[in-house]
């Protein structure tokens, strides 16, 4: 019997062949996961002489993108790049390519400082960011033909590309770039709808301008979809220095629409302008707002001329023009113009929240409309209700507890209102005096066919409760004032109010 070796898998038996080529198959997969598996080490320039000496690639403080670069460039797909603890020094921009973790070890360990323009890019998918500091600073206008790659006008980390994870990331930069934070949906870079981006335990603090923005350039695929935050926060952006007027901590909706977004447990403190905004024009929907609180936001110095709800101003804890939003169990603290405004709702809900302290900082010589909820409608809208507020509380706010003007189809259960100091001697605005909205309006009427059931109180104004231009209105619940005018209703004709359900109580005693 003659044995003939096997010198290459084509000269395997045929039963033996596929069982080999399985087996081969299986080592080579499990080698490409052991490498996969394996970061490429970074150190820094002042990292410690241990981090060191366990690098693939040691900075030098200078340029050190071109290291970071090189170490994200060698890897696998799927692969991690992780940064020792120190500070890497970087005048270019860094860019990960799809599928890979760029990794420190932690935020107050791990320091990021971009310079000359340099900045972090995600321009491809599946990338994951975690656990250190970005600071930016210095950008220049490096172009005069378009506005379109102006450098000011991006973020120090700006995500173009979907499926993006930036956990336990922290950051600031000064008011020579637009953001922090930036989701650019660019058609240049990144085609497709950008989309599946999460944000979890990141904070922009100290900043001179946005913290957490979202925009798109172009005209197609600018809705921006599926987007997380969990557990973020945007402290003082805009406060000592600010991009441009208008800075805001979160700003979803610029230039983009949104559909998908969830917030929750997020904050949002000191902004120049509002905490928690959105634009007028983008379309908002499906847009889900959990236990988020925002506190002293609306920084910027009063303007000479107010409008409600106008452009000059926003000054809000929730900034919220329109489309379908929802809030559950959130907060707006001692914010300067109001807790929450709603303009155009279509559809909105807010549930289980709270005003307290609005225009809790006086203005001098100005004439100041602080507002805790305040509910504008200039445009039809196509929801019934319109907007739904329910279990809602406004207490001790500096000016109207609740102001609602042109809107129909208001929803309003359970709502406490507790010691309002007023606006012109009322506590409470429902409705348009005579035929004059304060924003541009098609709408002239002061609330139509609504349901407003309230517990209210209070005493320092002359009228807790002005209801002025109602059309097929009721309101229950109870009122409990020593106010000259505990509930004063005026402009409107017989029928028009309901007020059978509603007891009015002197404020020591009952009737």
């Known amino acids: 019997m003659t044995t003939r070796l096997l010198e290459r898998s084509g000269d395997l038996p045929g039963p033996c062949r596929p069982i080999a080529l ?15 598996a394996t970061p490429l080490f970074v150190a820094a320039g002042d990292s410690s002489p241990a981090a060191k000496a366990q690098a693939n690639y040691t900075c030098d403080g200078i340029d050190d993108q071109v290291e970071i670069q090189a170490a994200l460039a060698a890897l696998p797909d799927g ?6 603890g120190g ?18 070890e932690g935020p107050d360990k791990t320091i990021l400082l971009f310079r000359e323009n340099g900045m ?75 989309e599946d981006v999460e944000f979890t335990n ?56 949104i559909e998908g977004l969830r917030v929750s447990n997020c904050f949002a403190e000191g902004s120049l302008e509002s905490g928690f905004h959105f ?18 936001n609306g920084q910027k110095p009063w303007p000479d001329t107010y409008l409600v709800g106008g452009p000059d101003y926003f000054g809000a804890g929730f900034y919220l023009p329109g489309g379908r939003v929802s809030l559950v169990n959130c907060r707006a603290e001692g914010n300067r113009a109001f807790g929450f405004f709603v303009g155009n709702p279509d559809g909105m809900l807010l549930y289980n929240c709270t005003e307290n302290g609005t225009g809790s900082r006086p203005v001098v010589g100005r004439s100041a409309r602080p507002i805790g909820y305040c509910i504008l409608q200039s445009l039809p809208v196509t929801k019934n209700p319109s907007i739904v507020m329910d279990h809602c509380s406004s207490l001790g706010t500096n000016g109207w507890g609740l102001f609602i003007c042109g809107a129909s189809n208001v929803l309003i259960r ?14 409470a605005m429902l409705g348009c005096p005579g035929d004059e909205l304060q924003v541009n309006s098609t709408i002239k009427a002061g609330i139509s066919n609504s349901t407003i059931d309230l517990a209210a109180s209070g005493s320092r104004p002359q009228t807790l409760m002005y209801i002025v231009n109602n059309k097929n209105v009721t309101y229950s619940g109870s009122v409990v004032s020593g106010a000259a005018h505990p509930v004063l209703v005026e402009g409107s004709t017989a029928g028009d109010v309901d007020l059978s359900a ?7 005693g009952t009737v």
Not at 281 to 291: A, E
Not at 414 to 427: E, K, Q, Y
């Open 502 to 508: 509603l007891k009015v109580l002197p404020a020591n």
């Open 120 to 194: 972090l890019n995600v321009s491809e998918e599946r990338v994951t960011l975690d656990g250190f500091h970005i600071t930016g600073s210095g950008y220049k206008n490096m172009s005069t033909e378009t506005t379109l790659d102006l450098s000011r006008w991006l973020g120090v980390l700006t995500i173009y590309a979907s499926h993006t994870k930036v956990h336990n990331v922290t950051g600031t930069a000064d008011a020579s770039i637009q953001a922090v934070f930036l989701l650019l949906h660019n058609p240049n870079v990144y085609a497709p709808i950008l």
């Open 279 to 296: 634009e007028w024009d983008p379309k908002k929907r499906d847009c889900v707002f959990i236990n988020c609180v925002s506190k002293d």
């Open 414 to 427: 359970d709502f406490t209102m507790t010691d309002p100091a007023g606006i012109g001697g009322i506590g």
């Open 79 to 84: 692969g991690t790049v992780a940064l020792s």
């Open 87 to 104: 500070t890497f020094n970087c005048s270019g921009s860094l860019v990960p390519p799809a599928g890979a973790t760029l990794r420190g």
């Open 202 to 257: 990141c904070r922009a603090a100290d900043t001179g301008t946005y913290g957490f923005l979202h925009n798109a350039w172009g005209s197609e695929n600018t809705t921006i979809k599926d987007v997380r935050y969990e557990n973020c926060a945007a402290v003082n952006c805009g406060r000592y220095g600010a991009f441009n007027a208008w800075v805001t901590g979160f700003d979803f909706a610029e230039q983009n629409n």
């Open 22 to 36: 399985l087996a081969g198959a299986v080592i080579c997969l499990l080698l490409a996961q052991g490498v996969a």
